[in-house]
């Protein structure tokens, strides 16, 4: 069965400062990677998402993620973070293409300092 | 347009007791699916709607829960009788697109949060 760890469950970081939020899986077969971000109240929202293709992925928000299937890694980033970032960060995998039957991470809480 | 609805955003009951929770997709999506939150851990998945069929159900904790999709529109999930350990979060959430048209791409209900004392 394939398992998300997020390492991290909190990150504060100050505002401006780059972030790297990270993500590991677990699976034997080829998956397809996402993350997703709740902010206060709302419901979760697609960040971005890896299908195919470059692994190199860009989403909303300045955010960026790279699939790095040596390390079985899909490390989520931003340059340079703002007040508006703060939420909590949630990676996630499904093993079938065109099924979101997804396993998620335990959820990253990004707490920005001004 | 209007997004995933769920209702109601908090519910408080006793242990034994019975809640049903309701969520109305984004018009015109056929999947639909029901996810749960237990404190602090992860979000897990508990069923999958295509229109008004059950594709996978696997999730479903035990036969406490019940899950209907009327007409292939809306959604309730039924709890019965309720158990402390079923307290959490529950997410719905819809999406359209299948095989090669296939979006990725979950949207999510702002969720229902469930107490059970």
């Known amino acids: 069965a394939q398992s998300v760890t997020q390492l991290d469950s909190q990150v504060p970081v100050f505002e401006e400062a780059p972030v790297e939020l990270r993500c590991n899986y677990s699976?034997?077969?080829?998956?397809?990677l996402f993350w997703y971000v709740q902010y206060p109240n709302q419901g979760l929202q697609l960040l971005l998402k890896?299908?195919?293709?470059?692994?190199l992925v860009k989403g909303i928000n300045g955010f960026e993620a790279e699939f790095n299937k040596s390390q079985t890694s899909f490390h989520l980033r931003k340059p340079s973070v703002h007040i508006s970032d703060t939420a909590e960060y949630f990676c996630a995998v499904s093993l079938y293409f065109g099924n979101e039957k997804l396993t998620f991470g335990t959820g990253t809480r990004l707490t920005i300092i001004p | 347009e209007a997004g995933v609805t769920q209702f109601p955003s908090h519910s408080v009951i006793e242990k034994g007791q019975t809640v049903t929770l309701r969520c109305d997709p984004i018009?015109?999506?056929?999947?639909l699916y029901w996810y749960r939150r237990v404190m602090g851990k992860e979000i897990k998945f508990l069923l999958h709607?295509?229109?008004?069929?059950?594709?996978?159900e696997s999730g479903m904790p035990n036969n406490r829960f019940l899950a209907e999709r009327t007409g292939g529109t809306y959604s309730t999930l039924k709890v019965q009788p309720a158990e402390l350990e079923d307290s959490g979060v529950y997410f719905c959430?819809?999406?359209?697109?299948?095989?090669?048209?296939?979006?990725?791409?979950?949207?999510f209900g702002e969720g229902s949060r469930l107490t059970v004392l």
């Open positions: 890896y299908l195919s293709g470059s692994t």
């Open positions: 699976s034997s077969v080829s998956v397809y």
């Open positions: 018009s015109g999506h056929d999947n």
């Open positions: 959430a819809s999406s359209q697109g299948s095989g090669t048209r296939w979006a990725g791409e979950l949207f």
């Open positions: 709607f295509v229109k008004e069929s059950k594709q996978d």
